[in-house]
């Protein structure tokens, strides 16, 4: 059973940085795309980021030139480095796998992890 866990958030001022982490586990072939998605209260889930298994980076115009995405993909693992925080940062952020090939399935399949809450102080 593919599993996604992420770490790495908690309390920053603005101006300050995290850099968040995602570790995908089980019998996993590979990855096609990982991302970034966040939710900030009374709000909906929206792409902070993502990275194909070929390098392709997409950031939402938000986060642009702040937040940087990175994948280990030997290790099925993803990273989030954000920095020049900022209140409106604040949000649960939540790690997505996408075109996952493992062992459990036949099909190509998306993952969710359960969130990492990021809280930016003003």
């Known amino acids: 059973q593919v599993q996604l866990g992420e770490s790495g958030g908690g309390l920053v001022q603005a101006g300050g940085s995290l850099r968040l982490s995602c570790a995908a586990s089980?019998?996993?072939?590979?990855?096609?795309?990982m991302g970034w998605y966040r939710q900030a209260p009374g709000k909906q889930r929206e792409l902070v980021a993502t990275?194909?298994?070929?390098?392709?980076?997409r950031y939402a115009d938000s986060v642009k030139g702040r937040f940087t995405i990175s994948r280990d993909n030997a290790e099925n693992t993803m990273y989030l480095q954000m920095n020049n925080l900022k209140p409106e940062d604040t949000a649960h952020y939540y790690c997505?796998?996408?075109?996952?090939?493992?062992?459990?399935?036949?099909?190509?399949?998306?993952?969710w992890g359960k969130g990492t809450l990021v809280t930016v102080s003003s």
């Open positions: 089980g019998s996993i072939l590979s990855i096609n795309v």
């Open positions: 990275l194909t298994i070929g390098g392709t980076t």
């Open positions: 997505n796998a996408d075109g996952v090939r493992s062992l459990d399935s036949w099909y190509l399949r998306n993952y």
